[in-house]
């Protein structure tokens, strides 16, 4: 659907209305035949037609283009009053800019905020109604810290609040302690493996160099004895060169 031709200010050229609804076209769409119309109504008209609603031609979706620039810039250029005139906005602008001053026009009916509140209020009395909305958040007058989210929370019960919120507290430190526990637990039983594996590693070293010991050892018997060998040789022929 278009815009109303009631909210604009002066003359509209026929050109600039939409075909099928005949307000002033929105987001306007053009067809091969020259006839323009809005982009949810022509949509909606070819969903069960095949052609031009003005001259019966054959058009599809896949034909349809954008409104040539001159008519858009005069498209731009109507000026319209702004949708909450009924409420009292005197706004009057292009529209080309419509849109922008309506998404923040103070004249604006928006819901409340406050969840369970079904009011709509203008913009500019929000502030002033969400201070007043029976579904406000506050805190408890009684200072027990309590959020009061709706009138049928006021006449709560502090004490009962203050065990709940207590065993809550309670049950979420049990939580913490207990995760606390677990990881702890955790990082021994990973430290503990980590240094049996260790220990293990330096018992399989020692055995080595044990071994490698024992190797040097007999060696070290092995060339003890060979050198006494060679020296009772020498003395020998020593012996046997003295009596030559």
């Not at 858009?72 to 849109?99: A, F, P, T, W």
Request: with cysteine.
């Amino acid at each position: 659907m278009g815009y109303d031709i009631e909210r604009f200010v002066g003359y509209v050229n026929e050109g600039l209305l939409c075909s099928i609804c005949r307000d002033v076209l929105e987001a306007p769409l053009q067809a091969p035949c020259e006839h323009a119309f809005c982009s949810a109504c022509i949509h909606g008209w070819l969903l069960h037609h095949g052609n031009c609603p003005e001259d019966r031609q054959v058009i599809d979706v896949a034909l349809l283009r954008p409104l040539y620039r001159y008519m858009k810039n005069d498209l731009n250029r109507l000026q319209l009053h702004c949708r909450n005139r009924e409420y009292g906005c005197e706004m009057v602008c292009s529209l080309e800019s419509i849109d922008r001053h309506e998404r923040e026009c103070e004249y604006s009916q928006i819901p409340c905020s406050n969840a369970g509140c079904t009011a709509q209020v203008e913009r500019r009395h929000l502030d002033g109604h969400l201070a007043v909305c029976e579904f406000r958040s506050r805190e408890c007058p009684n200072g027990c810290g309590y959020t009061i989210l709706s009138a049928q929370d006021a006449p709560h019960n502090c004490v009962a609040e203050l065990r709940t919120e207590l065993e809550l507290l309670r049950s979420e430190m049990i939580c913490r302690v207990e995760e606390a526990k677990h990881e702890m637990e955790s990082r021994l039983d990973s430290q503990r493996r980590h240094m049996v594996q260790k220990e293990s590693i330096l018992q399989n070293e020692i055995e080595e160099l044990k071994s490698q010991m024992s190797r040097v050892m007999s060696d070290v018997r092995s060339l003890m004895a060979a050198e006494r060998q060679h020296r009772q040789e020498l003395e020998q022929a020593e012996l046997e060169k003295r009596e030559l």
